[in-house]
């Protein structure tokens, strides 16, 4: 599931590098928890939770289904 969860990163990556910022995979846990780290720009922005539950997430759940949740840390 790693795998899958890091190629659904690369589809969101794009847009967060041309804003100055960019995600990290931490950890997939076993019951579906995605956990990144922002990076760059995106680390003090006040929209970074928008752009994690709306952007990261919404992304991520469309490719891996047993995804249940995206967090940061």
């Known amino acids: 599931m790693k795998e ?3 190629a659904a990163l ?4 794009p847009s967060l ?9 931490i ?3 076993s019951d579906g928890v995605v ?3 922002l990076t760059g720009a995106c680390r003090g922005c006040p929209l ?3 752009t994690l539950k709306a952007g990261i ?7 891996v289904p047993e995804v249940k949740e995206v967090v940061a840390v």
């Open 4 to 6: 899958k969860v890091e």
């Open 27 to 29: 950890e997939v846990t």
């Open 57 to 63: 997430e919404k992304v991520i759940k469309q490719e």
């Open 48 to 50: 970074s939770q928008m």
């Open 35 to 37: 956990k990144v780290r």
């Open 17 to 25: 590098q041309a804003d100055g910022g960019d995600v990290e995979l």
């Open 10 to 13: 690369n589809k969101v990556r």
